[in-house]
Structures are given as C-alpha cells and as structure tokens.
C-alpha cells in the first residue's frame, strides 16, 4: 500500500468545514507515535499545549514546535506521530504548541502565540541557545515568522530553525504549485487558498509575518529545511533558502527526489531515516544545553 493518499480529483471545497475535513483526512494518515514516547498537557504562560519526551531526553534542551494544518486545521494531538519521531531522533524534547487558528483567530493571532511561548519559556529559564523553533507546513512557515518577531522585539535568539515542508508563501506563486500539482497527493492549490483566505482576510498575503518567503533574515540563527521533490510547497523552501542566503545566514536546504510532503511519517523509507537523522543531527549541534541564570 502506497505511504500518501491517492486524492487526484479531491472533492470541491466551499466553506470552513470542507477545509477542516480535508486536513483531519490527511492528519488520519499520519499513524502512530512512538511507542516510548510520553505526552503530556502543559502551558507556556497562557499559551497550551503539549509536552512530548521519553527517558534520557536532555533537559537542558526544547524544540518549540508549531503543528501544520493551513493555520485553520491541527493540534498538538493530530501531530503527536511527526513531532514524536523527531524528539526520538535527536533526544531533545519539545512542546507542541496550541496556538489560536482561523477563522475565528486570524493573522496574526498565531504569531502572537508563538512569541508568547517563546517568552514563557524564556521566563522558565531555559536559554534562548538551547531553544531550536521548529514546525511542519504552515507550522514551519510559522516557526519562521515568530523567529522574526523575536528578532524585531529585541530578544535573544534560538538556537536554529527546523523546518519540515514548510509553507512560507502565502502567495502561493511558487512555480511549484503548477509544476506538482498532479505529483503532490496531499495537498493542493484550492485548499492552500481558501486556508490563507481564512487566515489572513484582509491582510497582504506577502506581509513577512504571514509569508517569511518575503522577509529580510539577517541576523537569523542556522537554518535546516527539508522538502520533497514532489510537492507543490517545493519552491517555499528553496525561497526559504534564498532568503537566508541573501542575509549571510547558515542555512542547508534539502530537496529530496521522488519525495511527497512530510515523507519523514513513513519510516520504512530510507529518505525519512535520513531526514530525520540530519534534523536530529541538527537540532543536537545548534541547541545548546545550558540553563539561563
């Protein structure tokens, strides 16, 4: 059985609840979690959310993560099987966080969540260096924006930044969208749309805070992304890349080949070991493992 749902002709969609149920289809096909994986509710401040770890993760480090969905769909639960495999992968644990989604909580209520929870794990005394901002989709489009917010609010900055598939143009004029739509299974033009329609209402779709595609990333800390050839989101990160080049910022761009988005779930593949093995590998060399006094 092939690993990515075979969608060619999804079903039209019109209103909120269409959108919905097309993501908690694609969320149904991520499986389990880890076995050994713990997963636990907590709050940063007032931002919830969920703690995910297993025995011997190192306590001096935490992934800040932000699930996908189009800013409208998702949870920390929904994405407990991708967020699993990566604290399994690199020992370091993280908190998924429960940030406010559209229609009821529009741009840019979820960057706001995301600097929140970056504050109140600041305040919890964990280092900004041993902070790595991660996140999936639109969650690693997301993990980009609250970077940039930390950075324009003056604070310390993380560690890195991890980004799995990430959408980071709103836009959506990556040649991409076009060139893979019939090779990407998962998503698709008309979902990505309504889903920035709903999040963003009035707002330019191009503002750097909803798409980090546009943004200036000087002064960032190192960068991993990682996408498959095949996905429509393609071309948002090697935009990501481009950017960070342009500011000077360490940043490795990898495009797998024959790849669909989020690949990394289906672990018997050899491309998802070695996905994961680079992140982890990533996440451990750019956290540091101090505690702030």
């Not at 644990?93 to 209520?109: I, K, N, T």
């Not at 930390?150 to 799995?164: D, H, K, S, Y």
Request: net charge neutral; proline share 6%.
């Amino acid at each position: 059985m092939a690993f990515w749902p075979q969608n060619p002709q999804p079903k039209p969609l019109s209103g909120i609840e269409d959108v919905r149920a097309r993501y908690a289809a694609l969320f149904a096909k991520f499986g389990p979690a880890p076995e050994a994986m713990d997963f636990s509710p907590g709050k940063l401040g007032a931002i919830p959310g969920e703690w995910a770890g297993a025995v011997g993760d190192d306590p001096g480090r935490t992934i800040l993560y932000f699930h996908g969905g189009g800013f409208v769909a998702g949870s920390p639960q929904t994405h407990r099987a991708l967020v699993g495999r990566l604290v399994e992968a690199s020992g370091v644990g993280a908190f998924s966080v429960q940030y406010r989604l559209a229609p009821e909580a529009f741009f840019p209520a979820a960057v706001r969540d995301g600097i929140d929870a970056y504050r109140a794990l600041l305040a919890k005394g964990v280092a900004a260096s041993a902070i790595i901002l991660a996140g999936d989709e639109a969650g690693g489009g997301l993990a980009f924006a609250v970077a940039l917010a930390v950075r324009n609010a003056g604070l310390e900055l993380p560690g890195g930044i991890v980004a799995l598939s990430p959408w980071a143009d709103l836009s959506l004029s990556g040649m991409s969208m076009l060139g893979n739509r019939k090779a990407d299974t998962w998503l698709d033009w008309d979902l990505l749309f309504l889903s920035a329609r709903h999040y963003l209402r009035k707002s330019n779709p191009c503002d750097a805070y909803a798409s980090p595609a546009y943004a200036a990333l000087t002064g960032f800390p190192p960068i991993m992304v990682h996408a498959g050839a095949n996905e429509i989101l393609r071309d948002d990160a090697s935009k990501l890349g481009d950017r960070a080049a342009d500011a000077q910022v360490s940043v490795s761009v990898e495009i797998y080949d024959g790849m669909g988005h989020l690949f990394q779930l289906d672990g018997a593949r050899n491309e998802a070991k070695v996905s994961l093995s680079r992140l982890a590998q990533f996440i451990r060399a750019k956290s540091a493992t101090m505690v702030a006094a």
